[in-house]
Each structure stands twice: as C-alpha cells, then as structure tokens.
Nanobody
C-alpha cells in the first residue's frame, strides 16, 4: 500500500510561481517503480492529467507545456510540480497519482491517489 501526500498549494498571483510536492510513504516500496502524475480539477469539471513522469520521460498537457515542469527526487520519495507563469485557469485542486510500472499516467489506471492540494490564483 502506498500513501501519497500533496503539499505546497496556496495563493499565487498571475505570472507567479508555485512548487507542489507529492511525497510517498509505505512499506517496502520503491518510488521508481511507479509513474507519478499530477492531475488538476476545478468544481464541476473532470479531473485531468497535467503532467506525468515515468522512468523514461516526462509529459505535459498542452495547456501547461513550457510553464510547468515535473521532477522526481527518489531519495526523498517525492515528486515535484514546478508551476511557473501561473495563469488564472490553473486554479483548482491538484492531485498526485501513482501508477505501478506504467508508461503513461492514464487517469483511469491510477492505483493510488493523494488527498489533493488547492491552488488559488488571484491578483
């Protein structure tokens, strides 16, 4: 069993930056065995993939490409989402999800979810 805890959410101005963290814990796991995705959800809308990191590559949704980056620190069991040049439409709850030995972060295949961290964008 894997537990995921997101942190780093908060309020940011348009054009600002924020770094989200997803820290994993559990018994006998290796974070490198999982693809980790960040997913974004706003009220009334479906949760959607934002960024994904696997053992071989990283991927970003078109809406955040060039502004967000994803990275993994295996020693800290943590995956980060660096959000730069934040836009109002980036507001919402960000969830991280773990997928066992996956090559992509397909939302319907997520094995473990965190509880989410909220990002608000306001000037």
């Amino acid at each position: 069993q894997l537990q995921l805890v997101e942190s780093g959410g908060g309020s940011v101005q348009p054009g600002g930056s924020l770094r989200l963290s997803c820290t994993a814990s559990g018994s006998g796991f290796n974070l490198d065995d999982y693809a980790i995705g960040w997913f974004h959800q706003t009220p009334g809308k479906r949760r959607e993939e934002v960024s994904c990191i696997t053992n071989t590559d990283t991927r970003h949704a078109a809406s955040v490409r060039g502004r967000f980056s994803i990275s993994r620190d295996s020693a800290k069991n943590t995956v980060y989402l660096q959000m730069d040049n934040v836009k109002p439409e980036d507001r919402g709850v960000y969830y991280c999800g773990a997928l066992w030995r996956a090559r992509a972060c397909v939302i319907t295949s997520v094995d473990y979810w965190g509880q989410g961290t909220e990002v608000t964008v306001s000037s």
